[in-house]
């Protein structure tokens, strides 16, 4: 399989609103991907969708090969929504029981290995749990289930420092073990630095950027020098942000190829610079290719 999820034209609408517009994408296999973004972005609406909870308005969505379908959970896919939701009044015990039975691919073992390593008392109900024990039975349940595809909406949002560094190394413990595709949604562009070696942005409900992070990395170069004019500068370049003093100008370009011009002082970009820069264009994005990407 070469990609995991893949939408053409997606878009969903609430009333008048459109939460996801006209949405193209494709996540190849057995990649981390952080799916990053402004609140309002659409980023919670695609996954809903992808993991069958919400049905697009238009256009096509395959997951794993299948089309998800609204109300019926996909067997191959794994869901942390977002907030880590657990049943308050279940014990640890009792989540473990209900995914036994919801799920015909739990692996119990796996399940019970998790819980004694996170020192979970298994008689304790999921509301006495702190945030971080949550996330972890959260996790817990969506990887037992052994699925190809790992959605994480949010997972560690609400969880202190410590905590959120626990989760994220046991996500990636479960990634080196098992053969699994994992999109990781984040407000915490840091966090998904350390795990995700795939980065799509989503802004104003559509894809700004989406791509291998070393190679956004690679292409992206952050150039400071003389007042520019922008009519003039290579055709190749795609400026993604701009701003200008009466003397000189500081540019966000995207190219595969050198910065040979002298005038400019060229600088690496980092990976929070980068998804900041494509969140603060919007619709403002300025492309000076000659031809569409």
């Given at each position: 399989m070469n990609a995991v999820l893949e939408a053409e034209g997606l878009?969903?609408?609430y009333g008048r609103r459109w939460a996801l517009t006209d949405c193209d994408l494709s996540i190849p296999a057995?990649?981390?991907v952080g799916l990053v973004g402004p609140n309002g972005a659409g980023k919670s609406t695609l996954l809903n969708m992808a993991v069958g909870l919400l049905p697009p308005t238009e256009g096509r969505l395959d997951v794993l090969g299948r089309t998800p379908k609204a109300g019926a959970a996909l067997a191959g896919v794994g869901f942390v929504a977002q907030g880590t939701p657990v049943y308050a009044g279940l014990s640890v015990a009792d989540h473990l029981r209900l995914g036994r039975h919801l799920n015909p691919t739990w692996d119990q073992g796996l399940a019970d290995e998790r819980v004694a390593r996170l020192r979970l008392d298994p008689a304790q109900k999921g509301g006495k749990l702190s945030g971080g024990q949550q996330a972890q039975l959260a996790l817990t349940v969506a990887v037992a289930k052994r699925p190809e595809l790992l959605v994480l909406d949010e997972p560690v949002a609400s969880l202190d420092p410590l905590a959120r560094r626990e989760f994220l190394q046991g996500l990636m413990e479960?990634?080196?073990d098992q053969d699994v595709?994992?999109?990781?949604s984040s407000h915490l562009v840091a966090d998904l630095e350390r795990v995700c070696d795939y980065l799509v942005v989503l802004v104003d409900s559509r894809v700004r950027v989406a791509g291998d992070?070393?190679?956004?990395l690679a292409t992206h170069h952050l150039l400071s020098g003389p007042f520019h004019?922008?009519?003039r500068l290579p055709r190749d370049w795609e400026v993604i942000h701009a701003s200008h003093t009466p003397r000189q100008s500081t540019?966000?370009?995207r190219t595969d190829q050198p910065i040979l011009d002298?005038?400019?002082?060229?600088?690496?970009v980092g990976l929070e610079d980068l998804v900041l820069a494509y969140m603060s264009t919007g619709e403002g994005t300025l492309r000076l290719t000659g031809t569409e990407r």
């Open positions: 878009s969903k609408r057995g990649r981390v479960i990634v080196a595709s994992v999109v990781l992070v070393e190679e956004l004019d922008m009519d540019l966000l370009v002298p005038s400019w002082t060229v600088d690496q």
